[in-house]
């Protein structure tokens, strides 16, 4: 099966600063790569998606880099804010099967 | 769209007895539904996975008499945890895929079970 290894487990930055989370997989046919954003008693909830066809997505202050290659992705929050903190979960998967979570990464931004 | 909703949102059970948790897609057909577990500070773990009209499949170690899943329609899946003990206790959260094969998948708000 896939398996998502992700890093750091715990992150603290400055406001405005940026943030980086790392996962790799060990699936060369996983083709989604997922991020949630999880806070303390709710759901995990969708920032960024990428599929194995892109290497590069952005969302305003949000940005996911995928090496297919080197079977890694990379999550990238600029300009942080407080309310960016918070656990972030990487994903993978192949085309119809289920994903495997990352360990998550427990992101606080400190004003 | 793709609303996910589960209930209830939290349940206090005494050892030993059972507790059905229900997870409904709102808007849409979910052809399949996961279930997974999280313990505090860590991540989602799949429990299983459940086809509407078919036997739910189950990950490695989690045993299937003991956490009963059925997805009797397209729209309702349901957990029952049986004989429940304290080390049972955990964040369970469902998710809906919307059609076999699709990349997305929506999660519910999750339901925290506390067995004393």
């Known amino acids: 099966g896939e398996n998502v290894e992700q890093h750091p487990s715990t992150l603290s930055v400055q406001e405005g600063d940026s943030a980086v989370i790392k996962c790799t997989y060990s699936?060369?046919?996983?083709?989604?790569f997922p991020w949630y954003k999880q806070e303390l008693g709710k759901r995990p909830q969708l920032i960024i998606d990428i599929r194995s066809n892109v290497g590069e997505k952005k969302d305003q202050r949000i940005a996911v880099t995928l090496n297919k290659t080197a079977k890694h992705f990379s999550l990238h929050i600029t300009e942080t804010q407080p309310e960016d903190s918070a656990v972030y979960f990487c994903?993978?998967?192949?085309?119809?099967?289920?994903?495997?979570f990352g360990t998550g990464t427990s992101l606080t931004v400190i004003p | 769209g793709a609303v996910v909703s589960q209930h209830p949102s939290w349940v206090i059970c005494k050892s030993g007895t059972s507790v059905k948790i229900e997870c409904r897609s709102l808007?849409?057909?979910?052809?399949?539904m996961f279930w997974y577990r999280q313990f505090p500070k860590q991540s989602l773990m799949l429990m299983a996975t459940?086809?509407?009209?078919?036997?739910?499949?189950?990950e490695q170690g989690v045993e299937k008499d003991k956490f009963l899943i059925n997805h009797a329609s397209l729209t309702l899946s349901t957990l029952t945890v049986t004989s429940a003990h304290p080390e049972d206790s955990s964040f369970y959260i469902c998710?809906?895929?919307?059609?076999?094969?699709?990349?997305?998948?929506?999660f519910g708000p999750g339901t925290r079970l506390t067995v004393t």
């Open positions: 459940s086809n509407e009209g078919s036997k739910a499949t189950y």
């Open positions: 699936d060369s046919a996983s083709n989604y």
């Open positions: 808007d849409f057909q979910a052809t399949t």
């Open positions: 998710s809906a895929r919307v059609m076999t094969g699709s990349y997305e998948q929506y």
């Open positions: 994903a993978a998967r192949k085309y119809g099967n289920q994903f495997y």
